[in-house]
């Protein structure tokens, strides 16, 4: 007897992200490609090939190269791909790894789509004649999660390295012009993603197949990040709220060589639409593609915990906030500095929220369903809103501040945690997470004072977004995980640094995006 499924809850679940939407999810085997001897290759492969010139050289065993330099990834003709996660068995595609990243410490995550339909109607009719589709549907998705060390940050295409603005990348059109592909993986109820995941294909059902087919992905494409905020509050874990607006979502049965969500932004055409389908309309994998078929398929990596046990870091604390508002509040003393010495009399800090709004518009043109590009509507504001316990009030007037233009610095540090000692929080070498909004201003400062409770402050601070070769004003994120010192880790985004189809600047050595 069939058994039908009764629910769906998080511990059957792992979202993960790609890099890009262009169809190039694989990258070279271990060894093939390395930057000045460090770790493997990023390069983004097309897969199957997507012409003669991606098949010089052999097949998969003997991995051919494009023109550009990448290596190929699967071939027609190539056992495709099964499960091989560590790369060890050379005769199947998914030995080149993917290049598709699980998100860390995800709370939530909602996604839905809205299409938006234009009723025909005429004389002498009353109800509608067709419901048509004049602009591009809606795809959401908004999901949050604990903040850690940056990780997550960069994944969505932020720089954290805290020396670059952070949104250089979101501001620049040939790393954000595709957007970022995002995949929601469900095992079987009662199964754990993380390792259920890997032992599901090990198992077999009663007929001896694999139950690799027991699980589904459903996949968004085209997404670009339009809100990204992170709250931080006493007696609550730092989180961060993404949102996402895509131009496509499906789903897929198994989660190895799957078309991919996204569509092409020149004329709204799927990026990959690599096999036929059979006498029942349902797609036939393992077999050549169709005369038409796109290229350009995924395939998810094992889900990971990424915690190593107790000398792991699984979460943040708010202990281990140190906030700096560089006393520039107006009428209250306000902390500064980024050790935990604040002013005598200053308030005490309950929460801080820092809010980007990345408000983007959808450029559109005759001929094609969906736009072109989501291009961020500039200028960008940066809000940091902080609430406090009023302590001692400082000499000020609002007039003054009519006549000020001085521009200060603003932002919050959080370290890793430690046991409880009498040093102070100021040791930069264990500092988790660090925001600054450079180039602030005092925006409001509202008191409350009611009978029962404390009285209290809200401060809002502001700051536009400039560009990359604006030093003075932005957002600036840096996170632990830049410093790792690996090729990936040093808080460029993926897309920066040759993943996704990048490839070596002949002249310079240095990969396109990126330099020391």
């Known amino acids: 007897m069939a058994v039908h499924r009764n629910r769906v809850i998080y511990q059957s679940e792992a979202l993960f992200i790609s890099p890009d939407a262009t169809g190039y999810h694989y990258t070279g085997a271990s060894g093939l490609e390395t930057i000045a001897g460090v770790g493997d290759g990023p390069f983004g492969l097309m897969t199957p090939a997507t012409g003669a010139d991606q098949t010089i050289g052999g097949g998969v065993a003997s991995p051919a190269k494009n023109n550009n330099g990448q290596s190929v990834g699967w071939q027609e003709g190539d056992s495709w791909p099964e499960w091989n996660a560590t790369g060890e068995d050379s005769t199947y595609a998914k030995s080149h790894g993917t290049i598709i990243k699980q998100l860390k410490r995800i709370q939530s995550a909602n996604y839905g789509f809205t299409i938006n339909r234009q009723d025909i109607n005429q004389f002498g009719h009353a109800s509608r004649l067709d419901a048509v589709i004049v602009e591009s549907p809606t795809v959401n998705l908004d999901f949050s999660y604990y903040l850690l060390d940056g990780y997550n940050e960069r994944m969505i295409e932020f720089v954290t390295n805290g020396i670059t603005n952070t949104l250089s990348g979101s501001l620049t059109p040939e790393l954000y012009q595709a957007g970022n ?45 339009t809100d990204y905020s992170v709250d931080i509050a006493v007696g609550a874990i730092p989180t961060v709220n993404v949102t996402i607006e895509g131009m496509n979502i499906k789903a897929d049965i198994g989660t190895t060589g799957n078309d991919l969500p996204a569509v092409d932004m020149k004329d709204g055409s799927k990026i990959s639409s690599a096999w036929g389908t059979g006498v029942d309309g349902a797609i036939v994998k393992g077999k050549s593609r169709g005369a038409d078929g796109c290229t350009g398929l995924f395939s998810l990596p094992p889900a990971d915990k990424f915690f190593d046990g107790c000398g792991d870091v699984a979460a943040l604390r708010p202990g281990d906030v140190v906030v700096d508002l560089s006393n520039k509040s107006l009428l209250s003393q306000s902390v500064s500095g980024n050790a935990n010495k604040p002013i005598v009399g200053s308030a005490h800090v309950q929460s801080v929220n820092m809010s980007l709004p990345l408000a983007r518009t959808s450029l559109q043109r005759l001929g094609s369903t969906f736009g072109f590009s989501k291009a961020i509507d500039l200028p960008m504001t940066a809000t940091f809103s902080v609430s406090a316990l009023v302590s001692d009030l400082k000499e000020g007037d609002m007039l003054d501040l009519l006549c000020d233009c001085e521009e200060f610095d603003v932002g919050v540090t959080i370290f890793n945690p430690e046991c409880n000692d009498c040093t102070v929080k100021s040791d930069e070498s264990n500092i988790a997470m660090r925001y600054t909004l450079k180039g602030a201003r005092l925006e409001s400062e509202n008191f409350s004072s009611t009978i029962g409770d404390n009285k209290t402050v809200d401060l809002v601070f502001s700051t536009q977004v400039g560009s990359s070769d604006d030093q003075k004003n932005g957002l600036y994120i840096s996170g632990s995980e830049a410093a790792k010192g690996s090729f990936e880790g040093r808080g460029l985004p993926p897309a920066w640094t040759g993943i996704g189809g990048q490839t070596l600047d002949a002249a310079s050595g240095f990969l396109f995006g990126y330099r020391p």
Request: no cysteine; charged share 30%; proline share 2%.
């Open 181 to 225: 592909n995002f995949f929601i993986l469900t095992t079987p109820e009662s199964r754990d993603a993380v390792a259920g995941d890997v032992s599901l294909h090990d198992e077999q059902d009663w007929k001896g197949k694999s139950k690799e087919e027991t699980k589904s992905v459903i996949s968004l494409g085209n997404g670009y990040v």
